[in-house]
């Protein structure tokens, strides 16, 4: 079975600090690729990052970082320097041979960035 | 480069009824995916079309449905609404689909079932 555990309903943080959301996932598939993706109010959800399971390397891009970690099986979003515009709800999302063309969505983090 | 379009934004239905959304991918993806977001839930697949042809589905009752066009535009209809089909639903489109791939996400239908 596939599974990913977003244990942070909700985050508050004031405008300037750095947040860390968690991503927890299981999966018994060798090949797997992991997604964060943002849904802010409007109601789209916008894809942000993909890395798929023998691809290690942490990412940057501009505020955003993802840590990936198959040891402990997560894959954790940083926001440095946040933004009132980085409020939204993250999902991250696992999509893997054994699920088909399923893609698995976490429960969701909202985060609130306040001014 | 247009978006991926739903419609209509927002609806209103009575239990018992059918309802039928509508979603027009990004030109030239042909891999349609359509999926429900709830509080409770969260977000859960329905199904994926690529081709005119439904090539996965998640675990809901035969009661919702879709299909897909020659020109990739995807409907998805539910039948015989019941109160607890009040969502978001969600259409995404791909170039190919399949695992690993990218969605683009439109905006969403949002159904109130009284």
């Known amino acids: 079975a596939q599974k990913v555990t977003q244990a942070q309903t909700e985050i508050s943080v004031v405008e300037k600090e750095d947040v860390t959301l968690d991503c927890v996932y299981e999966?018994?598939?060798?090949?797997?690729?992991l997604f964060w993706y943002k849904q802010p109010p409007s109601g789209e959800l916008v894809f942000l990052i993909r890395r798929n399971s023998f691809d290690e390397q942490n990412e940057i891009s501009g505020r955003y970082s993802w840590n990936f970690q198959k040891s402990t099986s997560s894959f954790n979003f940083t926001i440095t320097a946040s933004q009132v515009v980085d409020s939204a709800v993250y999902f991250c999302?696992?999509?893997?041979?054994?699920?088909?063309?399923?893609?698995?969505f976490g429960a969701g983090t909202r985060l609130f960035v306040k001014a | 480069k247009a978006g991926v379009t739903q419609t209509p934004r927002y609806l209103i239905k009575t239990r018992g009824q059918q309802v039928t959304l509508s979603c027009s991918p990004i030109?030239?993806?042909?891999?349609v995916s359509w999926y429900q977001q709830t509080p409770g839930q969260g977000l859960q697949f329905l199904f994926e079309?690529?081709?005119?042809?439904?090539?996965n589905k998640g675990n809901f009752p035969g009661r919702f449905s879709g299909r897909q066009f020659s020109n990739s535009r995807s409907e998805m209809n539910v039948s015989t609404l019941e109160l607890g089909d009040s969502a978001l639903y969600l259409c995404?489109?791909?170039?190919?689909?399949?695992?690993?791939?990218?969605?683009?996400f439109g905006q969403g239908t949002r159904l109130t079932v009284v």
């Open positions: 030109s030239g993806h042909r891999s």
């Open positions: 999966t018994r598939d060798t090949t797997y690729y």
């Open positions: 079309y690529f081709s005119e042809t439904q090539r």
């Open positions: 995404a489109s791909s170039p190919l689909g399949g695992v690993g791939t990218e969605a683009f």
């Open positions: 999302a696992l999509s893997g041979v054994t699920g088909g063309f399923k893609t698995i």
